[in-house]
């Protein structure tokens, strides 16, 4: 029998973790036939055969999208100080 099941993972992006996020589910769950993107921010839609584990689910993918923010938290999130007239702190 198949079987959907929405998951929202907190911090992920669709934009940028979407590939390597179904790409693990699809390698680590053989039951998992299907990973599809939404536009609801961080979830995703999976079909499955079998049980379902939204449980292991999100543990493999806790730190899909967290490596790439803490290695380099500035530049990865494309981040740009602009001078504004009057902003002391602009660099």
Known sequence: ??????????????ERDFTAARRRLMDEFPNIE?????????????????????????EALRGVGAKRRTSAPGKLLGLRRRRVPGDDFAA
Do not use: K, N, Y
């Not at 979830?43 to 584990?53: K, M």
């Open 1 to 14: 029998m198949q079987r959907l099941s929405r998951i929202t993972v907190p911090g992920l992006s669709i």
């Open 34 to 58: 299907e990973v599809v993107a939404t536009t609801a921010p961080g979830t995703l839609v999976v079909l499955s055969t079998g049980p379902e584990d939204v449980d292991g689910w999100l």
